[in-house]
């Protein structure tokens, strides 16, 4: 069936060669870091993880959130989504592969990678994240070739392919649940040391995750005219809006705990990272940023006659991606790192270098998607208007 994604109109191939161009250029800055090393990031010794596994992280919780459109159609038989759920397998797909993409780039040597297959080490987190991250994708792979061969030759699907669809429900939750584990299992980083800190990735992952899938949902009817249905799209709403509700009242959780009991080397890292210490942080500036724009695309999303707007749920899906984004793609991991032990504070920024290789490897992501997308059109008889 792959080969529905090498045919297309003059637009098509205009998108596919933008985005080879963007990885293009994401691989020769690569090809320079593999060279000099870890020099050309913003990494240093205080803060040995930045922009790649933030990305890493976020992109983690993408990946989970497909188990919000598998679970209900496959367990709960809710009809509304059996065109969503495609989709929510393939944008799981295109996230597990830049999740371990900027696994790669962040590892300086990519043989170093090889260490945690050639010599596992079973009480390493590491160890089990890699486990979990390989099997979800072959999950995906699997139940989404089999289900759309089925579709393709109009035939039911192989009765051993439901066992396989109900273990990437429980295993959809294990990916973000041992990606939380990995930081919290830190004890020289208290900012990490909290039991709430799994749940919150899981209610972040449910919110971004939902609200990327309303997006791609809604580009894809724009430019192909293909639609999944105003009920789905409403149910997803409603989903973006109770996982960010848990999301924000997660947060004020953590800032009641320590605050109230005023945890001196936790309170330490909050205050760097919403008001900056010595006039030496410019993070505060996003964080409040995040939590502005999360509050204004909770009003949108709890007030039913504006949440069933579509212009307006776009714009409260947009906002919801941008101020998670911001929360774990910016401040989660640096934050864990400044302070140091020591009470050191030293600055991280992402250099240019690490920008470029990032914007390559979504291009690698959205690349995947969109071959994916265009299978999934052809498969369905679909004649696009654009793709």
């Given at each position: 069936?792959?080969?529905?994604?090498?045919?297309?109109?003059?637009?098509?191939?205009?998108?596919?060669?933008?985005?080879?161009?963007?990885?293009?250029a994401g691989?020769?800055?690569?090809?320079?870091?593999?060279?000099?090393?870890?020099t050309?990031?913003?990494?240093?010794?205080?803060?040995?993880?930045?922009?790649?596994?933030a990305?890493?992280?976020?992109l983690?919780?993408?990946?989970?959130?497909?188990?919000?459109?598998?679970?209900?159609?496959?367990?709960?038989d809710?009809?509304?989504?059996?065109?969503?759920?495609v989709l929510?397998?393939?944008?799981a797909?295109?996230?597990?592969?830049?999740?371990m993409?900027?696994i790669?780039?962040?590892?300086?040597y990519?043989?170093?990678?090889?260490n945690?297959?050639?010599h596992?080490t079973?009480?390493?987190?590491?160890?089990?994240?890699?486990v979990v991250?390989?099997?979800?994708?072959?999950l995906?792979?699997?139940?989404?070739?089999?289900?759309?061969?089925?579709?393709?030759?109009?035939?039911?699907?192989?009765?051993?392919?439901?066992?396989?669809?109900?273990?990437?429900?429980?295993?959809?939750?294990?990916?973000?649940?041992?990606?939380?584990?990995?930081?919290s299992?830190?004890a020289?980083?208290?900012?990490?040391m909290?039991?709430?800190?799994?749940?919150?990735f899981?209610?972040?992952a449910?919110?971004?995750?939902?609200?990327?899938?309303?997006?791609?949902?809604?580009?894809?009817?724009?430019f192909?005219?293909?639609?999944?249905?105003?009920?789905a799209?409403?149910?997803?709403?409603?989903i973006?809006?109770?996982?960010?509700?848990?999301?924000?009242?997660f947060?004020?959780?953590?800032l009641?705990?320590v605050?109230?009991?005023?945890?001196?080397?936790?309170?330490?890292?909050?205050?760097y990272?919403?008001?900056?210490?010595?006039?030496?942080s410019t993070?505060?500036?996003?964080?409040?940023?995040?939590?502005?724009?999360?509050?204004?695309?909770?009003v949108?999303?709890?007030v039913?006659?504006?949440?069933?707007?579509?212009?307006?749920?776009?714009?409260?899906?947009?906002?919801?991606?941008?101020?998670?984004?911001?929360?774990?793609?910016?401040?989660m991991?640096?934050?864990?790192?400044?302070?140091?032990?020591?009470?050191?504070?030293t600055e991280?920024?992402?250099?240019a270098?690490?920008?470029?290789?990032?914007?390559?490897?979504?291009?690698?992501?959205?690349?995947?998607l969109t071959?994916?997308?265009?299978?999934?059109?052809?498969?369905?008889?679909h004649?696009?208007?654009?793709?």
């Open positions: 069936m792959i080969e529905k994604a090498l045919g297309g109109t003059r637009r098509y191939w205009i998108w596919i060669v933008v985005l080879l161009a963007v990885i293009g691989t020769l800055v690569y090809l320079r870091q593999f060279q000099e090393g870890l050309v990031t913003g990494l240093s010794r205080d803060v040995p993880w930045g922009f790649y596994i990305q890493f992280t976020f983690v919780g993408v990946a989970a959130s497909a188990v919000m459109v598998v679970l209900p159609y496959y367990l709960h809710y009809k509304a989504f059996g065109k969503l759920t929510g397998e393939f944008l797909i295109a996230a597990v592969c830049m999740c993409l900027f790669f780039v962040d590892m300086g990519p043989t170093r990678v090889l945690i297959a050639l596992p079973l009480n390493s987190l590491m160890f089990w994240d890699m991250m390989m099997g979800y994708l072959v995906n792979v699997v139940i989404s070739r089999v289900t759309f061969s089925a579709e393709q030759r109009k035939v039911a699907p192989p009765r051993w392919i439901k066992p396989l669809i109900i273990l990437s429900i429980p295993w959809a939750v294990s990916i973000h649940t041992v990606t939380a584990f990995l930081y299992g830190l020289a980083r208290p900012f990490w909290t039991a709430i800190l799994a749940p919150r899981l209610a972040t449910f919110a971004a995750g939902p609200a990327l899938l309303i997006l791609i949902c809604l580009l894809v009817r724009r192909t005219g293909y639609d999944v249905g105003r009920e799209l409403k149910k997803l709403g409603v973006v809006a109770y996982a960010m509700s848990i999301n924000l009242f947060i004020l959780l953590e009641f705990t605050g109230y009991s005023d945890i001196p080397e936790h309170l330490e890292h909050l205050k990272m919403y008001f900056g210490v010595g006039g030496q993070l505060w500036i996003w964080m409040w940023a995040s939590g502005i724009i999360g509050l204004f695309s909770l949108l999303l709890l039913p006659k504006l949440r069933t707007n579509e212009t307006l749920l776009a714009l409260a899906c947009v906002a919801v991606v941008v101020s998670i984004w911001i929360e774990k793609g910016m401040s991991v640096v934050v864990g790192f400044v302070p140091n032990p020591f009470h050191e504070f991280y920024a992402p250099s270098s690490e920008l470029t290789i990032s914007l390559g490897i979504y291009a690698v992501g959205i690349l995947i071959g994916l997308l265009k299978v999934a059109l052809d498969v369905r008889k004649k696009p208007k654009v793709v």
